[in-house]
């Protein structure tokens, strides 16, 4: 068998590169570098590739060897081409103190002006029950106003809490966004105002805004969030969005996926700040 004659540059030489689009992964560009002679420099090429996370295929031949490169994320001047965001308005199960139910919270409204601490002298005549091992009744007129609705339901309240009812389970909504990104990506997606609380009104102005989004917030959601009814404003609390750490994930095609919960509730304003 005779020697291979070999035409052309010894190092790597890389060919017009290809560019398409799938649906799922976005845009694409498909590279290709040829060496005559083997795969010396090709393989510098191909390993810095593989190091980023890009598929490669490799033919190796004394001839000529081909290296090709699929880099979803990136186009040739280095910019990142796909960015998309996904929002969905889902709720959340949780349990609550049986004190922070609607009807214990009417009971403060209720009495407002006329006694303040109802539901702590509720709380206290739990304890006295405990204490007597079960034998301590609820007293009227102890920190409530006999004869009124304000007695009559914290009486059902300390019938509740003796029963070992001293939880519920409610709903709550919460606004999750999703990114997904190029796994190089080196830009601040989602960790500003992070355990700070959000108006509706905040909230729906940041998610709306195309300067700061690739697909803002759809109408339909913006409806939804916008009709969430508020309850009563309580003092030291604002009713809003607390907006939770992100968390990452490296999906299969190596994008990054970064996902961020607003959760809707009457916050306390003592344990977390506003945004302003």
Known sequence: MGTPI????????????????????GLSVRRRYTQAGGDSDLAGIEATA?????????????????????????EPGGGNLVVTDKWEVVGNEITKSAYENDWSLAIEALAAGVEKNVLGNVRRQVDEYNKSNG????????????????????GRLFDLIIR?????????????????CSASYGGNISDSNVFKIYTTAQLLSEVQDATLWIQPMAGRLVTKIGAIPAPDDRTGYQWGWLKKPST?????????????????????????????
Do not use: M
């Not at 070999?6 to 992964?25: C, H, L, M, N, Q």
């Not at 389970?169 to 966004?177: A, D, F, I, M």
């Not at 961020?260 to 945004?275: I, R």
């Open 6 to 25: 070999i035409k052309g540059s010894g190092g790597a030489t890389e060919k017009p590169y290809e560019v398409s689009f799938d649906p799922r992964r």
């Open 50 to 74: 593989q190091a980023a996370g890009y598929s490669t295929r490799k033919t190796v031949s004394p001839v000529l060897s081909e290296l090709e490169i699929v880099s979803p994320e990136v």
């Open 135 to 154: 034998v301590y009744t609820f007293t009227s007129n102890v920190g409530v106003i006999a004869g009124t609705d304000v007695d009559y339901w914290a």
């Open 164 to 180: 070992d009812q001293t939880s519920y389970l409610t709903g709550q909504y919460v606004l999750r966004h999703t990114t997904n």
């Open 248 to 276: 990452e994930a490296l999906t299969p095609d190596n994008r990054i996926e970064i996902t961020t919960e607003y959760w809707l509730e009457q916050w306390s304003t003592y344990l977390y700040a506003v945004v302003t």
